[in-house]
Each structure stands twice: as C-alpha cells, then as structure tokens.
C-alpha cells in the first residue's frame, strides 16, 4: 500500500478499496502516514467523497485502528450519541433511566466543542467525579450499576482522534464522510447491541438546515446499520435550549430536577423518546410507546436518580448525592437577573451566541488548556412563545466577575428576539430515520 495512491483515487473521484482505507487507518494510529499526506486525505474527501461504501469502509476501518471493547453480560449493550446543541444534558438522565430498564450503558463521551457544551465537563463539575476510567474499571463499574459515562481512553479508535485534530486546521471538518466516520469510529469501538442517534437541528445546532441534518442522520444510520449495529436516529429541535440553564453545573442541576419530578419538559420528552427507541429495538419494550413510558416511569418515581447516584459515586463522585444535590454543586460569585427592558413574545433564541456568552464567561474553552468554571452561565432562561414585559427576566447570569457578567448580560438580549406576535412553534421531534 501507499499513502500517495490512496489520495490520488480519491482525488479522481474514486473509492478506495476496504484493504487501502485500513492500511491508511493504520498508518494514522501509528504516524507512517504523515500530517501532509492525512490533510491531503482529509482534503480529497471533503471535496470528493467516499459514496456509501466507502463510508462505512473508513468508518470500521478508524473503528479498528484501537481497540474494540467486549462484553460478557446478562442484558443488551445500548448507547446513545448526540450531534451537539445547547441545554442538551440528555445523556445523564438517559444513561441511569436505561439502566434501570434492564439495559447496560457504557456511554463514551466527549467534552464541549465550539458554542456546544460537553457531556464529561457537566459530569466533573460534581465534585470528585472522574471520567478518566481504565477498561478494566469500567467494566467493573459498568457491571455493579449498569452505567457508566466516561470519555475515551487513548486506544480507543487512535486514527480518528489524529485525524480529527488535522481536519480542525486544515478547513476539512465539514465533510459528511469524515463526521460519520469520527462519530461512529468511537461508538462502534464500545460494541453496542444498539444506538439511537439524536440529530440537532437549528440555531443551537451544528446542523442548521432540514436537509443538513437530514443527509447527516441518514449516512450516520445507513453506515451503523451496515456495521451491524441497529441503529435509528431523531431529528431533533436544537431552536431553543433543550433546558432552561447552559453552563455545568447549573445544567446538571437541572438533570437532578428532572429525575426528581420538578421539571417535566423537553428535556424529560427528549430522553424518553430517544430511550424509547433503544427499548423497542433490544426488545426491552413493546414498542416505542411503551418504551416511552418505561423511561418516563422510571424517572417519575426515583429509580433513575438513585441509580445516576450510584454511579457517581463509583465513579468518585460524592456519596447521598441524589439525596442532597444542591450542596455538592458550585456556585458563582456573580448572579442577578437580566430584564427584558422590551415587551413582547419571544420569536427567536440564537442558541449558537448563548453558547457562546457561556465560553465567554469561562464555562468551555477557546483552547485546549483553558480551564474550566463549572459554575458559571445562564439559568430560569425564557423560551419560545413565552409572553414578557421589560421587567420579565430574560434568564439568570452567573458568572465570576462583574465585568464578564455584564457582557454576558448583553450577549443575553442580543440572543433573543421579541416580536408583537406569537411565534410558531417547532415540534420538538422534527424527524425519525431508519
């Protein structure tokens, strides 16, 4: 094999064979290919593509450039991945609810990436919680509570992650080919039985348009399917933070209202939605109906929390911390209400600039060493269609200083749009594929 040939066939429009890609996949684990030859790879597809076929062939072949997990236990293996929006704090409602339902979650995660928050950086903002597990601790932890959220160790799928770094600067992550194969490489490595996918679409999403997101849930559904694992996905409303709080902390406390029975929602009809489907398809369910109700259940009457409890603390976490979630949490030095000085219905919410003012204000990071304020951002935030006078609070800052907080009060009113009429509404769930 060589580098120089596999480029120029997919310089022509090409497909390479199953053996070239995995001889590639290879060769970016262990850097015979060179940062030179990845970008040009990286390149040719963007521009060309890879079709179905090859797809999938890149996919399995990143996926086995690491190692593959395996699983000895009495229940389907189920998993779930998200495109990335803001207030998204499924994951840790959905992980324990499925548990409780009979399933085994090992759910690899990753942290914020641009105006999106991370699921790792909400878990560590709980005190003592580590992410970082060996597979050997992970199985246990994974066989005692039947859960675990933890973020890829450095065997796992090696070529993506060298790839993904040179597709960030070389202007080649936009590629349809590229993302399904980073976004399954990962998840297909943790061996599941079944995936949902949850495909954000709208002003706090990555994917913007119907179509975008659309074509991006197809090749994500056909590609895992033809690996062998079932898979569907959900199209999802990103319009509007799924929550009402964007920021670590406060998001997690928002998770622990939810599986408490104080805040029914969009976040609580997402997770049943996607949990639905993994239920039906392990056959854990009925159906997708019952499925819905099985999680909903759960959550309604304790069990997911205490089960999300348990897992913390194998995973480092405070002991009792379901019990008594509110003191375990930071909080800010700054925080005060921002009026809406305007009145009117709120028609539109830019979820890219809140997550944004969040980074701003030290809850993501602009490079890789910043460090983490897992107190900080915005709370009890308005939504869509609701009703406002210019003393209705528009949201909660919370944020360290005083000067970070007043910008992040003026990126709060930029964000949000009122208008003299009432908006329509998006459906929370905009599509079902596969």
């Known amino acids: ?5 596999i480029i120029a066939t997919v310089r022509r429009g090409d497909t390479p064979s199953s053996d070239a890609l995995n001889w590639f996949a290879r060769g970016l684990a ?3 290919v060179s940062d030179a030859q990845a970008a040009a790879f990286a390149m040719a597809v963007c521009l060309n593509g890879l079709g179905p076929d090859g797809r999938a062939a890149l996919t399995l072949a990143m996926r086995d450039s690491g190692r593959v997990l395996g699983w000895d236990l009495d229940g389907p293996v189920l998993d779930k991945h998200s495109t990335g929006g803001v207030g998204d704090c499924v994951s840790l409602l959905l992980a324990p609810a499925l548990a409780e339902c009979g399933a085994y979650v090992p759910m690899i995660s990753g942290r914020g990436l641009g105006h999106t928050g991370g699921t790792l950086d909400k878990l560590e903002a709980i005190p003592g919680v580590t992410t970082s597990l060996t597979q050997d601790r992970l199985h246990d932890v994974l066989g005692q509570v039947g859960c675990a959220i933890v973020g890829a160790t450095s065997d796992i799928a090696p070529a993506d992650k060298r790839l993904y770094a040179i597709r960030d600067v070389s202007a080649t992550v936009e590629s349809l080919d590229l993302i399904t ?36 849930a197809q090749a994500l559904t056909e590609t895992a399917n033809a690996a062998g694992c079932r898979t569907r996905a959900l199209i999802t409303d990103m319009n509007r933070p799924l929550a009402p709080s964007l920021g670590n902390a406060l998001e997690v406390a928002e998770v622990m209202r939810a599986l408490t029975g104080a805040a029914p929602g969009p976040l609580v009809d997402v997770t049943a939605a996607l949990g639905a489907v993994l239920l039906a398809d392990a056959g854990l369910a009925d159906d997708d109906a019952d499925g819905a109700e099985r999680i909903r259940a759960v959550i309604a009457d304790g069990r997911a929390a205490e089960r999300f409890g348990r897992m913390l603390a194998a995973m480092g976490g405070p002991l009792g911390f379901a019990d008594s979630w509110a003191r375990f949490l930071p909080e800010a ?17 830019d979820g890219e600039a809140l997550g944004l003012a969040v980074v701003a204000l030290g809850g993501g990071r602009q490079v890789e060493s910043d460090v983490i304020d897992p107190s900080v951002g915005f709370s009890d935030l308005v939504t869509l269609g609701d009703v406002v006078t210019p003393r209705t609070p528009l949201g909660v800052v919370h944020a360290s200083r005083e000067d970070t907080g007043r910008r992040a009060e003026d990126a709060l009113r930029a964000a949000i749009t009122l208008s003299d009429s009432a908006p329509d509404l998006p459906p929370l769930i905009h599509e079902r594929i596969g």
């Not at 094999?1 to 040939?5: K, L, W, Y």
């Not at 030095?333 to 919410?349: C, K, L, W």
């Open 30 to 32: 262990d850097h015979s």
């Open 181 to 216: 194969a980073s976004i399954l490489s990962k998840k297909l490595a943790a061996a599941p039985d079944g995936l949902v996918l949850d495909v954000k679409l709208g002003s706090g999403a990555f994917m913007k348009t119907a179509d975008d997101a659309r074509a991006l």
């Open 333 to 349: 030095n700054v925080i005060r209400e921002v009026p809406a000085g305007a009145s009117g219905y709120v028609s539109a919410i």
């Open 1 to 5: 094999m060589d580098a120089r040939a």
